[in-house]
């Protein structure tokens, strides 16, 4: 039985005509549906010749390709659990998530071999392979021995298919375990709801998708790429978000994704105009807060109305504003910027006080979810996933919200103290244990600054021990040695305090507050 992995599901998408082009990059380079599945059964019979045992881990840290995509699938074909890395982690980062994960199996770039490797093996993983984005590396080159027929490994919908690590507020960061069925009801959920199509389009195969996203995260890597191939549809692959580009590609395809900061960027194209969108069909937003300056804009511009979904590492899409009319929800078809729309059908949302207690409509509280999208605990922390839920088995978001009378969800800000900058999130603790054990600070605040262009992003507050002289610039330079290069305070301020509540606890909002133009034009 193999009905239940969830590659199984996606490659039974697949058109009937396997020469048509699945994915198309931005060079120029075109993969056929054949394509992708021959070189996924070549790279699933690899990974499955190692004889690792069931359930190992294959952790990737490699820059955007198609065949860093193949890699995803080839571990779901395998039934191995994917562990994807964010390109800018740094040693101490990568150390600590191959510490924790113990994958059998590491997959780095040729450039950083030396490193990772040293790392890896330290950990007790057997195997690093390389992967560049130039079509080489040892991964290509073994798999190449392989044969390009395969049947994919028998997977439950509860074993595991990947784990996201998400930072934590306190503490080190948690590997967030999601399985086969969390993935694959998530995306058939999405093909409905979204409308996805297989006719009519710009080739009158149905949707194509550009892809401009990293795939490290479940925005790029589960809703891009579930989406396009559960519905056999086309995408347009960008290794890296251009505006120009992206526009100058929309005449081709009928579907975009994108956190806040692709919109904005696009917006300052000139290029972007209502002939430059005349094929597109549905502009998606999501991961941050997408501001109603740029909804409004956007509309303007192009005549298109964004739809706004909210979702997360833990639990893949949650809500989603309305792509046409729900029978739901009489009427309600309209698109409410400002608002994340309505939970998916099978997704359980609720607002709950402090207390505990259901808030009644329109007034805000804690956003609880439960449904089969929702994660099934974090990696070898038991306690801390009993924390994250509550007795009758709801998961609590660390997201604040309410519902209005309509049913539109509105997220107005987080319980957790978290930095969401250009659609990546930055833990202010994390941030702030750095600068702490730097010799000469004695502590040190991390906020979240408005943004033009990212949306928000960290400002380090400092104070210096009595004596000590510190220099900002030194403080960002040793950040920028040891932390991911989006994670690094945009500025940094020595101040001689803190501003303290009567408990002594910093308040971080009133912070904020004072630096809350500092971005501002
Ligand atoms: C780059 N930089 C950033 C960010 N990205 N600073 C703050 N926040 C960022 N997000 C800085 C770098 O540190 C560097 O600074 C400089 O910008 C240039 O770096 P580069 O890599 O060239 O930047 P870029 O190519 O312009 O990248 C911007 C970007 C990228 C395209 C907006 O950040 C991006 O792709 N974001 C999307 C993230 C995403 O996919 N999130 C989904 C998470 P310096 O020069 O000083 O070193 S999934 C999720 O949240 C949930 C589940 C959901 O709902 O989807
Ligand atoms: P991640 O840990 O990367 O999965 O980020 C998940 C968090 O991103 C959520 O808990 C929200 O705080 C935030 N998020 C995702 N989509 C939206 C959205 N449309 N509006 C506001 N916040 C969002």
Redesign the pocket.
């Known amino acids: 039985m193999t009905h239940n992995n969830l590659f199984s599901a996606l490659r039974a998408a697949f058109p009937a005509d396997m020469s048509a082009t699945a994915v198309e990059t931005d060079e120029g380079l075109r993969y056929s549906w054949q394509d992708l599945d021959r070189a996924t059964a070549m790279m699933a019979n690899l990974l499955q010749s190692l004889d690792l045992p069931g359930g190992s881990r294959v952790a990737v840290q490699v820059e955007k390709s198609v065949e860093a995509m193949v890699l995803y699938l080839a571990c779901l074909r395998a039934g191995c659990v994917f562990l994807p890395l964010n390109t800018a982690y740094q040693s101490a980062e990568i150390e600590y998530f191959i510490g924790n994960a113990e994958p059998a199996v590491v997959v780095c770039s040729g450039a950083n071999f030396g490193w990772v490797s040293k790392i890896a093996f330290k950990a007790g993983t057997q195997h690093v392979f390389t992967l560049n984005d130039d079509r080489t590396g040892s991964l290509l080159e073994r798999a190449a021995h392989h044969s390009d027929q395969h049947t994919p490994v028998s997977r439950q919908a509860d074993d595991l298919a990947a784990i996201l690590y ?1 930072s934590g507020t306190t503490g080190r960061s948690k590997g967030a375990m999601l399985t086969h069925g969390n993935l694959l009801s998530n995306a058939l959920t999405l093909k409905d709801y979204w409308g996805w199509t297989s006719t009519g389009g710009p080739d009158g195969r149905g949707d194509v998708l550009i892809h401009a996203l990293p795939i490290f ?2 925005h790029g890597l589960f809703v891009a790429i579930h989406g396009a191939l559960i519905n056999g549809s086309k995408m347009i692959w960008m290794a890296k978000f251009d505006p120009k580009r992206v526009i100058a590609r929309m005449k081709e395809a009928t579907v975009f994704m994108g956190v806040p900061t692709l919109y904005v960027r696009m917006l300052a194209e000139p290029s972007l105009d209502k002939a430059a969108v005349r094929q597109m069909r549905l502009f998606i ?6 501001l109603i300056e740029t909804f409004s804009e956007w509309q303007q511009r192009t005549g298109h109305t964004i739809l ?7 639990t893949a899409m949650l809500t989603s504003n309305p792509y046409a009319a729900d029978p739901r929800y009489a009427n309600q078809s309209e698109r409410r910027g400002g608002t ?1 729309g309505f939970p998916l059908p099978g997704v359980s949302l609720r607002v709950r006080g402090d207390d505990g207690q259901d808030m009644p409509v329109g007034e805000i509280g804690g956003i609880q979810v439960q449904g089969p999208n929702v994660f099934k605990g974090y990696w070898r922390m038991p306690e801390k996933t009993a924390e994250e839920f509550t007795t009758d088995g709801f998961f609590k ?3 604040v919200g309410k519902v209005d009378e309509r049913g539109y969800v509105t ?1 107005v800000g ?1 319980s957790k103290d ?1 930095i ?1 900058s250009g659609g990546y ?1 930055v833990y202010p603790a994390e941030i702030e244990g750095y600068i702490n054990e730097m010799p000469g600070v004695a502590e040190s605040a991390v906020i979240g600054v408005s943004h033009p262009d990212f949306g928000e992003v960290g400002v380090a507050v400092v104070i210096a021990k009595p004596g000590a002289s510190l220099k900002p610039e030194a403080i960002v330079a040793d950040l920028k040695a040891k932390l991911a290069n989006f994670k690094i305070p945009k500025r940094c301020f020595v101040v001689p305090e803190l501003p303290r509540n009567t408990m002594g606890k910093v308040q971080k909002n009133l912070l904020r507050d004072q630096y809350k133009n500092l971005f501002s034009a």
Do not use: C, F, K, Q
């Not at 937003?285 to 997408?290: E, F, K, M, N, Q």
């Open positions: 998400t995260h479940v937003a999501g991961s941050a807060p997408l706004e979904r909210y979702g997360m590492s833990e994340v978001t660390g997201d997220i987080r978290l969401i999130n």
